[in-house]
Nanobody, 117 residues
Framework: VQLQESGPGLVKPSQALSLTCSVSGASITTNYVSWSWIRQAPGKGLEWMGAIDYSGTTTYNPSLQSRTSISRDASKNQFTLHLNTVTPEDTAVYYC??????????WGQGTQVTVSS
């Protein structure tokens, strides 16, 4: 299983950010599997942002819920993080993860996003 994040490396404050995770070796519609977005800001720990499961049901970190949404394109086997109104505090390495905390957990390599004018 391989996961690959893609998206802009630099975003201006107040803009929206979209990152896509392309999955190979597994289907994002496989029963009982969830697909998450995690980030790590400089000098901080991992932060779970949200997830979309095999049925398309989404769950979000309450602290980010007002600015976050996750969608998917099953035909492309991809899922996408949308984060609105970014600030410099959203600067982080963003990871997509399969089955976080469970057997069969896989991580993407991560993608750096910097929010700066």
């Amino acid at each position: 299983v391989q996961l690959q994040e893609s998206g802009p490396g630099l975003v201006k404050p107040s803009q929206a950010l979209s990152l896509t995770c392309s999955v190979s070796g597994a289907s994002i519609t496989t029963n009982y599997v969830s697909w998450s977005w995690i980030r790590q800001a400089p000098g901080k720990g991992l932060e779970w942002m949200g997830a979309i499961d095999y049925s398309g049901t989404t769950t979000y970190n309450p602290s980010l819920q007002s600015r976050t949404s996750i969608s998917r394109d099953a035909s492309k086997n991809q899922f996408t993080l949308h984060l609105n109104t970014v600030t410099p505090e959203d600067t982080a390495v963003y990871y997509c993860v399969k089955s976080i905390g469970l057997p069969g957990e896989f991580w993407g390599q991560g993608t750096q996003v910097t929010v700066s004018s």
